[in-house]
């Protein structure tokens, strides 16, 4: 995940700085470096979630290969955001919108919308969502470099 990464890449800076400095032993290095973890670190919160935000998750969970691009695409379908003047610019960008989503009631809606149209397709696509989401609520998502 993103977390360990950083901080293991921290970690190895830290501890080649303290080689040259002798001041600074390991041991000092690797607690503070334990402060990165807890700091800065933010939680995925599919019930307080911005499109961004949504979207940057996502984007982490394929690139470490723990959602598939099939997985993605209810997930990424939640995150548009289309005016309904239309025009030439049709989506709204994602990154210049700090409105927060529940993205759990999203789901639990187009679930029973869904069920009311008898549609299996969908109805498993969100369902299979809804699981992704409850496994990595609370999950450790990145690190907040403005902590």
Known sequence: MLVNA???????QAMAYSSRNSQTSPATVAA??????TVGAKQADFSNMTRQEMRDWVNGQ???GEMSLDDSRSFMAMTMKIPVAGGTN????AADDSESIDFTQRVNDGIEGALSRNDQTTL???ESAMQIMKRNQGQTIGIDTHA
């Open 6 to 12: 950083a901080s293991n890449t921290y970690l190895a």
């Open 32 to 37: 503070s470096t334990a402060k990165v973890d």
């Open 62 to 64: 394929i690139s470490s």
């Open 90 to 93: 049709v989506e709204l960008p």
């Open 124 to 126: 498993k696509m969100l």
